[in-house]
């Protein structure tokens, strides 16, 4: 279970965060939904300690993270933007992490399922950016922890990779995992979100199922239910 | 930590640069002996090289290492791996390749030129040493630098300034001080203004083991006067030895307010 008590960022002077408060239960998943620039990203960076933040505690399991990240031998992380070293192979940079990982990993079914066999020996500057984030998908499934966040899990794919995705995050749940995901594409969420967040203006503006989002705005589909939302807010 | 400066090492022993770098030393070590034919002489001159170069080195290799595993970094900042561990092991990767170059680069023609049966093996030894320290220092404040600032341009340009005035203003600027304030006592300033300039010191504690006091020159003299030669030369070396571990304290402390 990860806890977060009154979190505060900005950058700068630019507040990104002005009191989140939100608990993500252990099993299920959990979807963060916000506009560009909301700080989804800024939220989950923070759980992971990349990013220090001014105010509030993360707690992970109950236990507070500690500025160490040792912690984050039980968090799988897909960064939205996969930048890799490009002078590496595919197959070097696999076997790199799970050398300083050091823990359990299983990288070949992965490697299978998302068909990247052809591209082990490749340069990383050498991959199209959908192959890149395949890549960067089997870096964060090939380890077996219990959090799994997923910022973005669905950039650059195509259809057959993003099915394989779905299932693959299915699997995850179905093992009891704790998954986090940020995602702009609504039916993706709607397919796969036990429960949603909805991050505005620093803050979190709506917690619950989709269900009750599209009672509180009258709006069938989800899509239209957030642009609901903002629209409203803008007004 | 030991992971980190493996991977770090590794890729820069694998880039092309440090064979330029390591050729380079190996091409200035057989020219200077042929030129010099004699190895104590090659050691004096080697140390104006060395004092110069292996800073500047240090402060590009050093910048340019920080910004291009830019992507590296990120990618063990999401592992579970401190960020101390994270920066000093790229720091000492940097740093311990840049010291191999220049020992292995310049060990070589010493060594086949019969550095073993000669007087000057401690004196050349010596010198190896504050290139190694100097190595040290100076990427070191390169991480620094490159840590403070996002933009790769102006980084870059910072560490070349800073190169610049130490290797050459410094001095300028300091004998100019001395002229206008000629009439006045000016030892400790002189003390303390070389303290302040790594080069410097290196340059003294060089000359001071090499014991010409036509060389020393000012700053040397007084350094000699007021700590007497070994004393001088510890005293040296442990300010050096501050001048690395200070900058490295603060990549540490840097690092760990960072945001990624
Ligand atoms: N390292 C940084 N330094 C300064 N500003 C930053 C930094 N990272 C993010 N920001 C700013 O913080 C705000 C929130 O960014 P964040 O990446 O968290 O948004 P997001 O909700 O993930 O957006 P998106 O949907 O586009 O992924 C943006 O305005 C961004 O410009
Ligand atoms: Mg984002």
Redesign the pocket.
């Known amino acids: 279970m990860i806890k977060i008590d009154n979190l505060h960022k900005k950058?700068?002077k630019?507040k990104?965060l002005t009191g989140v408060d939100l608990e993500i239960p252990e099993k299920g998943i959990f979807a963060i939904l916000?506009?560009?620039?909301?700080?989804?990203?800024?939220?989950?960076?923070s759980i992971l300690g990349m990013?220090v933040p001014e105010k509030g505690d993360i707690f992970i399991d109950g236990q507070k993270t500690h500025s160490n990240g040792l912690y984050r031998k039980n968090i799988d992380y897909l960064p939205?933007i996969a930048n890799f070293p490009g002078n590496l192979g595919v197959k070097e940079l696999i076997k790199m992490i799970k050398d300083l990982r050091d823990t359990k990993a299983d990288e070949n079914a992965l490697i299978q399922r998302f068909g990247l066999t052809p591209f082990l020996d490749k340069k990383l500057s050498n991959l199209s950016g959908g192959t890149k984030q395949k890549v960067n998908l089997v870096l964060t499934f090939m380890f077996d922890s219990q959090i799994i966040i997923l910022?973005?899990p669905t950039t650059g794919l195509d259809p057959v990779a993003l099915l394989n995705l779905k299932e693959l995050i299915a699997e995850e749940k179905a093992k009891g995992k704790t998954i986090l995901v940020?995602s702009?594409i609504m039916s993706f969420v709607e397919g796969i979100a036990d429960e949603i967040v909805f991050?505005l203006e620093g803050k979190i503006y709506f917690k619950g199922s989709i269900q009750q989002l599209r009672e509180k705005t009258n709006e069938v589909d989800l899509e239209h239910a957030i642009a609901n939302i903002l629209k409203e807010n803008n007004a | 930590m030991l992971k980190i400066l493996k991977y770090s090492f590794y890729d820069l022993i694998r880039s092309r640069w440090s064979y330029v770098y390591l050729l380079f030393y190996l091409i200035l070590g057989f020219v200077l002996l042929f030129l010099n034919n004699d190895l104590s002489k090659a050691v004096i001159t080697l140390m104006n090289v060395i004092i110069i170069l292996v800073p500047l080195i240090g402060t590009i290799f050093g910048v340019m290492y920080y910004y291009n595993s830019k992507e590296f970094t990120e990618l063990l900042l999401a592992q579970p791996i401190k960020r101390s561990s994270i920066f000093i092991g790229q720091y000492l990767g940097v740093a311990l390749s840049l010291v191999m170059s220049l020992v292995i680069g310049l060990g070589l023609p010493f060594v086949l030129y019969g550095l073993f049966e000669s007087s000057a093996i401690w004196d050349f030894s010596l010198l190896l040493i504050t290139g190694a320290m100097l190595t040290m220092i100076f990427t070191a404040l390169a991480f620094n630098i490159a840590l403070y600032n996002e933009n790769k341009i102006k980084g870059f340009s910072y560490a070349i300034l800073l190169w610049l005035f130490l290797a050459v203003i410094y001095d300028g600027l300091f004998l100019l001080s001395l002229i206008i304030f000629e009439t006045y006592p000016l030892d400790k300033f002189t003390l303390i203004a070389t303290v302040f300039n790594p080069i410097d010191l290196s340059r003294i504690l060089i000359l001071l083991k090499l014991d010409i006091s036509a060389l020393l020159g000012y700053t040397g003299a007084i350094f000699n006067q007021f700590f007497g030669t070994s004393i001088g030369l510890f005293s040296a070396l442990g300010m050096l030895l501050l001048w690395i571990i200070l900058p490295v304290w603060n990549i540490k402390r840097k690092a760990q307010k960072k945001?990624?």
């Open positions: 950058y700068g630019n990104i916000g506009p560009n620039g909301s700080g989804k990203t800024t939220m989950i960076k990013v939205q910022d973005e940020t702009h991050l | 945001d990624f």
